[in-house]
């Protein structure tokens, strides 16, 4: 129940296009979902964070789409750029429970070709 | 403003002895959080540390233990290593202890023969 399933593993896309990163909880608790951005070698790096009670946020080229029956949801990367190649974790947590902590889905490596 | 930074940026050691990691959180942080990245899979909560008490510990054996000093700094100690305790170990930190993002350090890789 502590699970968080993102898919898919890898993905390749080319410039210019929609980079979809899926993920899906199961845990009803989970009210606060991050995604961050990794490139190799550094800490992951904040990228957009949602809560449920919006079913979409945008900053920017990213977008949280939220879809709280589903218990479902995904980062969009418009106009996917060269520069955005690098690894996307999202991440769920219960922010108000006391036992606040991240539970990260498995990660997806994205290559944007040029 | 200064991130979160982390000591030693890579570290080597032997099956059996013992290893010590060392994060500064962000001015004004309180809260620290340790996380486990192996090769190839996705971050494994390890510990968290607000206030100076341990808060919450993921499940790992009790050979990972850590504690946050007055200052906010945490350092993280892994007793006895085994060959699997090979990973990068991110520390992060965070406002306060609800609702408040985690921000991270470039982690350390230990590595161990």
């Known amino acids: 129940q502590q699970q968080v399933k993102q898919s898919p593993q890898s993905l390749i896309v080319q410039k210019g296009g929609i980079s979809i990163i899926n993920c899906a909880y199961e845990n009803t608790a989970f009210d606060y979902f991050p995604w961050y951005q990794q490139f190799p070698g550094k800490g992951p790096a904040l990228l957009i964070a949602?809560?449920?009670?919006?079913s979409e946020k945008k900053e920017g080229r990213f977008t949280i789409s939220f879809n709280k029956s589903a218990k479902q949801f995904s980062l969009h990367i418009m106009d996917s750029q060269p520069g955005d190649s690098a690894t996307y974790f999202c991440a769920a947590s219960k922010s108000t429970s006391g036992t606040y902590k991240y539970i990260f889905g498995t990660g997806t490596r994205l290559k944007v070709l040029a | 403003e200064a991130g979160v930074t982390q000591s030693p940026t890579h570290l080597i050691k032997t099956r059996g002895q013992q290893a010590t990691l060392r994060c500064s959180p962000i001015s004004g942080h309180t809260s620290v959080y340790w996380y486990q990245q192996a090769l190839g899979l996705g971050l494994q909560f390890l510990l968290w540390y607000d206030e100076g008490e341990e808060r919450n510990r993921g499940n790992f054996p009790p050979r990972f233990s850590g504690r946050q000093f007055p200052n906010y700094s945490s350092e993280l100690n892994v007793n006895a290593l085994e060959l699997e305790d090979s990973a990068l170990y991110l520390c992060?930190?965070?406002?306060?202890?609800?609702?408040?993002?985690?921000?991270f350090g470039p982690g350390t890789r230990l590595t161990v023969t």
């Open positions: 992060a930190s965070s406002l306060g202890s609800f609702g408040h993002e985690q921000y």
């Open positions: 949602i809560r449920p009670d919006v």
